[in-house]
T-cell receptor
Framework: AQSVTQLDSQVPVFEEAPVELRCNYS??????LFWYVQYPNQGLQLLLK??????LVESINGFEAEFNKSQTSFHLRKPSVHISDTAEYFC???????????FGQGTRLTINP | GAVVSQHPSWVICKSGTSVKIECRSL??????MFWYRQFPKQSLMLMAT?????????EQGVEKDKFLINHASLTLSTLTVTSAHPEDSSFYICSASKPGTEGTEAFFGQGTRLTVV
């Protein structure tokens, strides 16, 4: 069975400060890893994903995440956040070849001016 | 990308009535769709896997007679909450899987907020 742990339920940061949202997973098989963002009362939007290849993946809005197999982690980072980044962020994992996603508990990112 | 549309975006119903939520893949065919439930300030919990042309596969603890899932076509899955009660109030989100060059990706609907009064 797979599981995902997001260690921080809430992360408050000041605008233009760097941020890291932590995600650890457990799985006995190879996995795909995802970060999704959810704005209030909306569905989920894919932020970035790791399927294979380079362990560092980037999104178009400045976020990046690094797959670390030895530490079973997929932490999300951004060097300088904006007010518009305020949202709930979910880390998720799926089996390679499967389609079901297992989600972490979510991290609420709050940006203060 | 791909578009998944969920309807309605919110609904209020009386206790004891049934509510149907639709999930459509607008620009691709989805043989598999998923239904999730999200309680306030919590994560998404998978309820069931909806397979086109066959019965849905429910996760442990989900009442299949209460949450009826129909996947009659490659672009539409419906979730019907039967005899709804206040404890069924929640945010329901669907996703549809689309095969891609780098594996299958899930695209999510915008969610439906159900309030049972």
């Amino acid at each position: 069975a797979q599981s995902v742990t997001q260690l921080d339920s809430q992360v408050p940061v000041f605008e233009e400060a760097p941020v890291e949202l932590r995600c650890n997973y457990s799985s006995s098989v190879s996995v795909y890893l995802f970060w999704y963002v959810q704005y209030p009362n909306q569905g989920l939007q894919l932020l970035l994903k790791y399927l294979s290849g380079s362990t560092l993946v980037e999104s178009i809005n400045g976020f990046e995440a690094e797959f670390n197999k030895s530490q079973t982690s997929f932490h999300l980072r951004k060097p300088s956040v904006h007010i518009s980044d305020t949202a709930e962020y979910f880390c998720a994992v799926s089996h390679q070849g499967a389609q079901k996603l297992v989600f972490g508990q979510g991290t609420r990112l709050t940006i203060n001016p | 990308g791909a578009v998944v549309s969920q309807h309605p975006s919110w609904v209020i119903c009386k206790s004891g009535t049934s509510v149907k939520i639709e999930c459509r893949s607008l620009d691709f065919q989805a043989t598999t769709m998923f239904w999730y439930r999200q309680f306030p300030k919590q994560s998404l919990m998978l309820m069931a896997t909806s397979n086109e042309g066959s019965k849905a596969t429910y996760e442990q603890g989900v009442e299949k007679d209460k949450f009826l899932i129909n996947h009659a076509s490659l672009t539409l899955s419906t979730l019907t909450v039967t005899s709804a009660h206040p404890e069924d109030s929640s945010f329901y989100i669907c996703s549809a899987s689309k095969p891609g060059t780098e594996g299958t990706e899930a695209f999510f609907g915008q969610g439906t907020r159900l309030t049972v009064v």
